[in-house]
């Protein structure tokens, strides 16, 4: 019983700052007040490795942006299918768009990172705007972003994707892990705040002040880290730098993955990390996870425990239909399907910590170190 009442107080915890979040999170389609003060350069920098299937959405709606002043440049990450040929048509036509072909990866070097560095130091912008090939946005994204920074004078800036989800698999588990964020962090304190712990970012929309970005260190100084954007908005807090996390939904789509592999593959890439790689961080979090998300349902049937159990499956079913309808996340796998979203998201979680330990984790071919 008292293991019930520690997922209850957890679970109410998570419930008022979903609240919080449905309320008052920033949302990068809702302007702030203010018009566009200026049109400075932003560079657009996209990594791609094997991205044929992706690539060509994201560059048509790049052009289809409203904000001019931008270069985009789509660094070739020795991709072994047609990604090169795809960005080829796109820039024999419309001189704003460049292909960068890869470099080697150089050893102590995830290849996200190393692609990132190698196109900050072609960029030519006032702003580095980092985003990924399987992205495709509306086009108000870029002007309505550096809106954002002008108002707050921020320093960096990083937005959570609508995600679009097709399979079953991509439905549980892709959303997962924004219900954690937007249940675990109110996004004004990434603003307002100079705690690290409350800092977050998502490398899929992640603008730096060009600066800004020098003066951290570029993709160098997190040349390692399998989940760089968390690890940059830690730094940036810690350098005493203003960032802000908001919702991109409406403006930042996303389709990370197509199958029920990839979505294995990926999250087992990036979960443990995104604790910093802290164990007893994370087996605390996954075990928070079970007691309030999975073990009600088994608990349930038991007389005693009914009451307890259906608290706190109705509370996680009142944080998945707010966050739902804030954020456009799926509504009937999220709402009335959790308990197992949370189930394959722990086994995900377990294996991404076996996985970093065992140096056995795989992305695109290529172990992730």
Known sequence: ????????????????????????????????????????????????????????????SL???????IEILVLDDESTDNTPQRVKEYSSKNPAIRLVPGKPLPANWTGKNWACQQLSELATGEFFLFTDADNFYHPEAIENSIIWMQKYQLDLLSAFPQQITGTLMERLVVPTFDYILYSMLPLWLTL???????????????????QTYKALGGHAAVKNEIVEDVEFSRLAKLKGFKILTASGRDLIFARMYHNAQQVWQGFSKNAFGLTGHHTPTFLILLTLMFLSQVLPLMTLWFSGLAFISALILATHMLIRLLMALKFKLPLWSGVFMFPAS???????????????HSKSIQWKGRVVA
């Open 342 to 356: 949370a189930f394959i998201t722990i086994l995900i979680g377990i294996n991404s910590w076996k996985g970093y």
């Open 63 to 69: 052009q289809k942006q409203t904000y001019k002043n």
């Open 192 to 210: 307002k705040t100079s705690f690290p712990s409350l800092a977050a970012a998502n490398g899929q929309w992640l603008i730096f002040k060009t």
């Open 1 to 60: 019983m008292i293991i019930l009442y520690i997922a209850l107080g957890y679970s109410m915890v998570l419930l008022t700052v979903t609240v919080v979040n449905a309320l008052t999170a920033p949302v990068l389609k809702n302007r702030p007040g203010i018009s566009l003060a200026k049109s400075p350069r932003v560079s657009v920098l996209i990594p791609a490795r094997n991205e044929e299937r992706n690539i060509t959405r994201c560059l048509d």
